[in-house]
């Protein structure tokens, strides 16, 4: 049976939108304030902060689309990412992150429902998203989105298909739950 999580209400204070090039710091200190569990999680392993300064400059300057959970002081604190994955067609590689004391609120879910409207209207049909398979969280989110993210022993990576019936660019995010997720094997 699928054990009861306790979610609390959504923070009232609190901005989910793309991440300037002027964030770009504010976001490498929400990615180094994450506590170990999570840190571990979403590197799928360890991570050192100089890890972290470096990865988190390469998103900005390599065009990684980023939103944020961002308070009124420009503060970050939670993200979702969108990597290109060139060698792959069309596809890009999502990952996500929330503060500890702020999860459990629907952060992840609004920043993965906004990921999806950027990933469709830059015309990515695939996305793949990595952790591990007792990331409960992460297939909390997946299923929340009405997909089915399966893992087998050892494999880490799942296949997020969009659905490209909308030529015009425009996907009004009530279609975000039609998105499928498949296993992925490499
Ligand atoms: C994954 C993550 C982004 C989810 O963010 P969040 O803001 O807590 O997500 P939401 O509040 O929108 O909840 C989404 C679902 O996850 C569940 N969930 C959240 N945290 C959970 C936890 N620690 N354990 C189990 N389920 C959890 C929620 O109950 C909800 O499920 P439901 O729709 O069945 O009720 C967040 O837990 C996180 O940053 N984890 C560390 C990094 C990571 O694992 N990233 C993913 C791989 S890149």
């Known amino acids: ?36 569990v999570s840190r571990r999680d979403r590197f799928n392993g360890a991570a050192s902060a100089a890890f972290i300064e ?14 944020g959970f961002v308070e009124a002081d420009g503060t970050v604190h939670g993200a979702a990412e969108l990597h290109e994955r060139p060698e792959l067609e069309d596809t890009g590689e999502i990952a996500f992150s929330v503060e500890a004391h702020l999860q459990h609120r629907g952060i992840g879910r609004r920043l993965f429902r906004r990921l999806l409207g950027h990933a469709h209207a ?3 049909t695939r996305l793949l998203v990595t952790t591990h398979p ?11 989105f009405s997909a089915k993210l399966t893992f087998s022993d050892g494999e880490t ?10 030529s015009d660019g425009d996907f009004p995010f009530a279609a975000a739950p039609g998105a499928r997720i498949a296993h992925y094997a490499d």
Do not use: W
């Open 1 to 36: 049976m699928k054990p009861e999580i306790q979610n609390h209400p959504y923070p009232s204070g609190g901005t989910i939108r793309q991440l300037r090039p002027s964030d770009a710091g504010h976001f490498r200190d929400h990615l180094l304030r994450l506590d170990a």
């Open 54 to 67: 470096a990865y988190a400059e390469r998103c900005f300057s390599q065009g990684t689309t980023v939103v």
């Open 122 to 124: 830059l015309g990515y």
């Open 134 to 144: 007792q990331n409960e969280a992460m297939k909390r989110l997946a299923r929340s």
């Open 157 to 166: 990576v799942g296949l997020i298909e969009l659905d490209s019936d909308s």
